[in-house]
């Protein structure tokens, strides 16, 4: 059931590299297609002005198969666009191999006159299959190549298989480089519209709320309203101008995880939350905070680096923003356990907010560029993150078990200095 649910907020990436592949084989169909289609039309124009084409060499021939080539066409655009592309690329090949083979004689095939059509197969291997594919098929075409000759009574010519040999591998080479810039296309391709995706969501709700209270201010002009009224419509705007400004940092320590390596340093947890602690306070002044730390050590010290600031600061204000309570209660726990010989450092944010269905507890750190909904925001996307690159763990539970409306328990596993 979880599964199933999860698939629901997740989509496969766009894979750019299948999509060139896909296009790239929909222009050599078409290609292909025309050309046929210009020699029956050649063909049927003979017939109309009186030329006898059962005189002409190989005519007759040609005037049944073009129809039938146009059919095995059509029939490698449908697989190629509504069945698998990879398919319809590995048939492509094979037909296209095999009619190089009988395009001419054997002995016309290895001694020149069409040898060169082999290096066809090798360069589509490349561009409509995977990078090593085109060095694979420049073996196959080096092996048919010396099962002719043997046919044939024929010297093998070395210089030729050398040279399907080495197009196979420079078509290789470049295949893969090709791919690689493509899957970095694709991973840029993918976080424009992740934080396309942030914006739209999230800035036009700072924006609505904004408005909303600017709104109420001006009437206030035109006929004053209490004193607690105005103060509580101000520090609403306030709050959405933080909200704002954390928006903008999240993305942006975001983008510097995605782009780079981070630096890993010893750190006081305990000074580090207890900072936040005291900043989260004054930003949220007109809610009622009722926040304690329980620690049974002095200091608090993990292999982590500044961003763990971020971490603390986006669960609290996540149990902060998520709690309709007039008291707003949230208990950190902070201890120490063991986990297949590593050591960590566990703390338990536990609130008493609205809680989360179990079937959300993993969904809520999927707010990423793969995922296609709005669920646990930005910054348990973040803070998931940034753990990751910490070695650590992070997951959620039910303050109280097996009942999800008492409130949350964030429970996050940090390695502590060894």
């Given at each position: 059931?979880?599964?199933?649910?999860?698939?629901?907020?997740?989509?496969?990436?766009?894979?750019?590299?299948?999509?060139?592949?896909?296009?790239?084989?929909?222009?050599?169909?078409?290609?292909?297609?025309i050309?046929?289609?210009?020699?029956?039309?050649?063909?049927?124009?003979?017939v109309?002005?009186?030329?006898?084409i059962?005189e002409?060499?190989?005519?007759?021939?040609?005037f049944?198969?073009?129809?039938?080539?146009?059919?095995v066409?059509?029939i490698?655009?449908?697989i190629?666009n509504?069945?698998a592309s990879?398919?319809?690329?590995?048939?492509?090949?094979v037909i296209?191999t095999?009619l190089?083979?009988?395009?001419?004689?054997?002995?016309?095939?290895?001694?020149?006159?069409?040898?060169?059509y082999?290096?066809l197969?090798?360069?589509?291997?490349?561009i409509?299959?995977?990078?090593?594919?085109?060095?694979l098929?420049?073996?196959?075409?080096?092996?048919?190549?010396?099962?002719?000759?043997?046919?044939?009574i024929?010297?093998?010519?070395?210089l030729?298989?050398?040279?399907?040999?080495?197009v196979?591998?420079?078509?290789?080479?470049y295949?893969?480089?090709?791919?690689?810039?493509?899957?970095?296309?694709?991973?840029?391709?993918?976080?424009?519209n992740?934080?396309?995706d942030?914006?739209?969501?999230?800035?036009?709700?700072?924006?609505q709320n904004?408005?909303s209270?600017?709104q109420?201010?001006?009437?206030y002009v035109?006929?004053?309203?209490?004193?607690?009224?105005?103060?509580?419509?101000?520090?609403i705007?306030?709050e959405?101008?933080?909200?704002?400004?954390?928006?903008v940092?999240?993305?942006?320590?975001?983008?510097?995880l995605?782009?780079?390596e981070?630096?890993?340093?010893?750190?006081?947890?305990?000074t580090v939350?207890?900072?936040v602690?005291?900043?989260?306070?004054?930003?949220?002044?007109s809610?009622?905070?009722?926040?304690?730390?329980?620690h049974?050590?002095?200091k608090?010290?993990?292999l982590?680096?500044?961003?763990?600031?971020?971490?603390?600061?986006?669960?609290?204000?996540?149990?902060?923003r998520?709690?309709?309570?007039?008291?707003?209660n949230?208990?950190?726990i902070?201890?120490k356990?063991q986990?297949?010989q590593?050591?960590?450092?566990?703390?338990?944010?536990?609130?008493?907010?609205?809680?989360?269905?179990?079937?959300?507890?993993?969904?809520?750190?999927?707010?990423?560029?793969?995922s296609?909904?709005?669920?646990?925001?930005?910054?348990l996307?973040?803070?998931?993150?940034?753990?990751?690159?910490?070695?650590?763990?992070i997951?959620?539970?039910d303050k109280?078990?097996?009942?999800?409306?008492?409130?949350s328990?964030?429970?996050?596993?940090?390695p502590?200095?060894?």
């Amino acid at each position: 059931m979880k599964k199933s649910i999860l698939n629901k907020f997740k989509i496969k990436p766009i894979d750019l590299e299948e999509v060139r592949k896909q296009k790239i084989l929909n222009l050599i169909l078409v290609g292909l297609a025309i050309i046929d289609i210009i020699v029956m039309i050649g063909i049927f124009i003979l017939v109309l002005i009186g030329v006898n084409i059962g005189e002409q060499k190989g005519t007759i021939s040609i005037f049944f198969i073009t129809p039938l080539f146009l059919f095995v066409l059509g029939i490698l655009f449908i697989i190629n666009n509504y069945i698998a592309s990879v398919l319809a690329n590995q048939i492509f090949l094979v037909i296209f191999t095999v009619l190089i083979i009988l395009a001419d004689s054997p002995i016309e095939l290895i001694e020149g006159r069409s040898t060169i059509y082999f290096y066809l197969p090798i360069f589509f291997a490349g561009i409509l299959l995977r990078p090593l594919s085109s060095f694979l098929i420049a073996i196959i075409i080096s092996f048919i190549y010396l099962i002719l000759c043997f046919i044939c009574i024929s010297t093998p010519n070395i210089l030729a298989i050398g040279t399907f040999l080495v197009v196979g591998l420079i078509m290789w080479f470049y295949a893969k480089d090709l791919q690689q810039s493509l899957s970095h296309s694709e991973a840029a391709f993918n976080r424009s519209n992740f934080y396309k995706d942030i914006f739209s969501h999230d800035i036009n709700n700072i924006l609505q709320n904004i408005l909303s209270s600017s709104q109420l201010l001006s009437r206030y002009v035109k006929k004053p309203m209490r004193e607690e009224e105005f103060e509580e419509l101000i520090e609403i705007l306030h709050e959405q101008v933080t909200r704002g400004e954390y928006l903008v940092s999240n993305i942006r320590k975001l983008s510097e995880l995605e782009e780079e390596e981070i630096t890993l340093k010893s750190v006081d947890g305990l000074t580090v939350l207890n900072n936040v602690i005291e900043g989260i306070t004054k930003s949220y002044k007109s809610r009622n905070l009722n926040i304690q730390l329980h620690h049974s050590s002095d200091k608090m010290l993990v292999l982590a680096n500044e961003l763990l600031n971020n971490v603390f600061e986006n669960l609290l204000i996540n149990a902060i923003r998520h709690n309709n309570n007039s008291i707003i209660n949230i208990s950190i726990i902070i201890t120490k356990k063991q986990v297949n010989q590593i050591r960590f450092f566990k703390c338990e944010i536990l609130d008493n907010g609205i809680g989360i269905v179990d079937d959300m507890k993993e969904l809520i750190f999927l707010r990423t560029p793969n995922s296609t909904k709005y669920i646990g925001g930005l910054g348990l996307s973040l803070v998931k993150q940034i753990i990751e690159k910490f070695n650590g763990q992070i997951w959620v539970e039910d303050k109280i078990i097996g009942d999800y409306t008492q409130g949350s328990k964030f429970v996050l596993l940090i390695p502590e200095i060894q």
